[in-house]
């Protein structure tokens, strides 16, 4: 059983950044990949990045490339998404999770609310 508690989402304009924080607790952090997902009002739930066990960025969606980053420092048990030049469409609620060794997600965060004004 893997605890996962995202931070770090909030209010921001048009052009600015965040960086979105998900601490895990409960099983070796160092031995997982993980991924973060966001869910905008009314659409699917969407996959954003996925890094995997070792650090090494496996994947950022079309249209965060350049934009987005992702991160895990194992040493702290916490993987980052580090948002940039953020766009209103950005706008979600962001949620990490942990990824089994298919890279399909296994253990879901809470979610984080990222609203961008224009």
């Known amino acids: 059983q893997v605890q996962l508690v995202e931070s770090g989402g909030g209010l921001v304009q048009s052009g600015g950044s965040l960086r979105l924080s998900c601490e895990a607790s409960g099983r070796t952090f160092s031995s997982y990949g993980m991924g973060w997902f966001r869910q905008a009002p009314g659409k699917e739930r969407e996959l954003v990045a996925v890094?995997?066990?070792?650090?090494?960025?496996?994947y950022i969606g079309d249209g965060m490339k350049g934009r987005f980053t992702i991160s895990k420092d194992n040493a702290k048990n916490t993987a980052f998404l580090r948002m940039s030049s953020l766009k209103p469409e950005d706008t979600a609620v962001y949620y990490c999770?942990?990824?089994?060794?298919?890279?399909?997600?296994?253990?879901w965060g809470q979610g984080t609310q990222v609203t961008v004004s224009s």
């Open positions: 999770a942990t990824m089994d060794n298919h890279y399909d997600p296994e253990y």
């Open positions: 890094i995997s066990w070792s650090g090494e960025r496996l």
